[in-house]
């Protein structure tokens, strides 16, 4: 204490007096504390979410193994590097998550997109059937279809699961129906309004340039249903391994399946891995990831992309 | 110069060296990452994004932790008049501190994997926190180490009766640092709830805990340096550690406002945590005081030059910076960018590890039996690093300005590769007072891990005349630069506020540029001279006869 001898000493009673003010506070942080938690404020909890019966909890415990807050932020905390998740549920919808995740790497093409709404719980969760009424619902989802579908992203591909997929989905639906009291706050102006009207003039420009040439081929064909499929999200044109094997070397070569049986790959091998993948699955490689295209794609076009992929033996296009 | 006169400060050495070592590497990692914001495609797929910052941030605590236990340990000694207890519990801390860092680097990279390594519900390898990265297992290593500290703190003392306030601070300080980790040790699966109680560790450790440590080290080292009184400083110590606990224990309502939990808090947040600069002021205050209590000339130029940094940048990062962003109506917007970057870099660096390499600089000779030693590179560094700092803050604000109008008022916040191209100048600017940073903490690092084992320099120290930008400093001067640095700091949040206006909204971005264009530049500037006038004016002074401090500290000492 910095009292001097002798003078009538006020700092103890001072410094009482403080400690009591901080024990009140304290008082108070605690029952503000409760308050936040009580049932009655209504805030919605993972146990009560779920998405195609899959778990927001345990899509919690996805989101924190893949350290996903070191890049995004939610609910506001993380890392400023890649855009906030908490409420991209509600913007671009189950469908447009479930074509994006397996391969990060590229945006989805409104065929992925499609594709996923062929699966009746990802439709019944979405609220929508076709893909024109789900874009219709979900602008966020159009907007990131027509500005970036089939390009490359920023995000590198994750070893995800078809389980933890959805599982993530499950706790992003969960967040995103979270009460964050108005943040992020609601953008007055569209900024992508500008944006938008310009592109359409840039597509128009090359139109015309592709139509004067021949009929394409049928490499060429394969080569463009690849790329509007949104196959190439996941398949490079080299022998580099993305989410699935790389096209380049695949044609001709020996591939062995989970079962420890082997065959080579051929038109009809690839022609059943594109409409049936799960039939038979290569060896390190994971179930369910890659969507069935029966019913997508009809026969003349899997035959074009599987001459594509002939062509691309060797790893030249 | 006081020789060392209690054997076991000498165990402080170990954690000031490897606080050097991770420093440098933490630097490393961020400048890696400066990289990795400009191409985001490097190194992708090998060292993710997510798992580099993880060990940025990760480091960064250990290495001031491992800052603060040297500190301890080097005053613990001086503050019980007698060895510390059981040595051997100490140097078992320091390994175990190193187990930690290589186990918890090495598991960051699972992240890439998916893997926690989930047993009982628990993530025992990584947890994908922000700050709480690390994995169970380290977490109860880590709180054993704490333990360990606590009980050698406290068993070291003196007897409870006779502690003064310095005394109380560092005791409390420990046993809070020790039950405040514990709050991070659980998974919580409501959003809301993880979040509320990971503030406990972060906030209550950055803003109750390290602020208390902070305070007791930086009087007991004025006491040190400046034969600064006891007692005077025990007043400081108490009403320092009252007020931070006063606005800080619900001050925490700030990290509130937005998580999930109810609107009321954004009245306490408001409220209390624009109270949270008043320790710090008061804090800034003491330091000028006892810096001038007498005209004496200062023997360890690079340790008080590191000891003013932690204050100012403390003032200046956790205060002024902390308040602009710190009212509902202007965290609103700054939440979730980079302008809660450049508060963050600048109160944690500045603060806490400003203090720990002031300590080291203060001890480190003395531990080896230096007298005089060639303080120029240690001067250097300090003006690379501080400078750098500085910089990297005007860039994260600068950068973080844009991201909120891009973000917010655009509303583009998905990377549809609008966000980036508009940040580039200031994601260039980054790694440009990041390469000025790493040269001085390379520099520095150097100069404390070789100090006393070179061959001495002897320097010719060139006199400072004690005239203009070297006259002395007087309270008024002080009290106006601050008063400079708070006006710019109010523009800062004038401009954060005019996110709110019509105009802004409906797109006009002139005033938040125009105000984090006068605010950020005008504050980050301030400080910068004004610290080279302090520096100037005890420069002035004249080279320190060496020998004559050890007299006065022994007296101070004595209760």
Redesign the interface.
Known sequence: MSCAAGEPCEEGGRRRRALVVLGLMGAIFIVLSVASFLDSRGQVTPVSVSYAGFDAVQGKRVFQAYNCMGCHTIVGNGAYFAPDLTKLYGRVGPAWLEAFLPSAGSWPTSTAVALQLRDAATAGEAGAASIDAYLKKYPAAAERVERRGGHMTLMPNLPLSRNEVRELIAFLKYSSAMNTEGWPPTPRVAGLAVAKAALPAAQAATVPAATATAPPSATQRGADLAQSTGCMACHSTSGERLVGPGWGELYGSDVTFTDGSSARADDAYLTQSIVDPDARVVKDYVPHVMPAYAGVLDAGQVADIVAYIRSLQGGQP | MIRIEYQTQRLSLRFFMLMLVLFLFQTAFGLLLTG??ID??LL??TL????V??EHTNLGILWVLSGFIGAILFVGPLLSKRELAAPGLIRFLFYALLAVVLWNVAT?VL??????G?WLGQ?LL?????YL?AGRIVDVVILVGFAILCHVVWRSFPPISQWNEIHWGLGIGVLALTLVWIFGMF?V?????Q??F?WYVVHYWVEGVWEVIHISLVGFLLVLMFRADV??V??AV??GI?LV??SG??G??HH???????????F?GSL?SALEPLPLIFCFWHLYLDAHQDGEPLANMPAFAFLLGSVVLEQVGAGILGFTMTFALTN??S????V??SHAHLALFGTFGMLGIATAYYAIPLMRGVGQFDQRPGRLAFWLVFTGMLGLCFAFAIGGTV?VY?????????????V?PAMLFAKLLVPVFGLVFTIGAGLLVYDLLTLGLRVPVPAAARPVAATGWGRRLSGWETGLWLLAMWVFGAVITLGLLSFNLRTV???SMLFPYLMAGIGYPGLLLTTLLFVARFLRSLAARGPAAVSDQAVGVAASLAR
């Not at chain 2, 891009?406 to 609008?418: A, P």
């Open positions: 990795q914001h985001p495609t992708a797929g993710n994004f997510n798992v910052r993880a960051q992240a890439e994997q998916g893997i926690a989930w993530p990584q947890e994908g926190l922000e990265e998974f699966e409501r959003i809301d709830l979040e509320y990971r007692k005077s025990g007043f108490f009403w009252s606990w006063l224990l619900l925490n309502a509130y406002f937005w998580v999930g939990t109810p609107e009321f808090w954004q306490w209390f609103v917007w939440h979730g960018t980079w809660t970057l991201q891009v973000y917010r008022t655009l509303g583009l916040d998905w990377f549809g590769g609008e980036a909204q409906d797109g």
